[in-house]
């Protein structure tokens, strides 16, 4: 049993392995055919925050933000999608 590693850790390896999205939720995960990794990227953040928005919701929680990268790629993404604005 894995005990998970941040974005800012996935990103570089994901070369390394096949990447999937899911069709309905657009979660990403990886597979390399031994090891499974699933995470929030930008794509699926943005996703979430039209549907946060769609719904006026009162906004959105996540659980810490230390696995974001440097530029903090995540928290900008949440903030552009709760503000509805398109990526920079």
């Known amino acids: 049993m ?4 941040g974005y800012n850790a996935i990103v570089p390896i994901e070369s390394g392995f096949r990447k999937y999205r899911d069709a309905i939720t657009k979660a990403p995960w990886l597979y390399d055919g031994n090891n499974f ?6 794509v699926e953040l943005k996703f979430k925050m039209e549907y946060i928005r769609k719904r006026h919701l009162a906004g ?3 659980w810490e933000i230390s696995g974001d990268m440097p530029d903090g790629t995540l928290v ?3 903030v552009r999608g709760l503000r509805g ?4």
């Open 2 to 5: 894995g005990y998970g590693s």
């Open 76 to 78: 900008k993404t949440l």
């Open 60 to 62: 959105v929680m996540f």
């Open 37 to 42: 990794w699933t995470y929030d990227d930008p």
């Open 85 to 88: 604005k398109r990526e920079e």
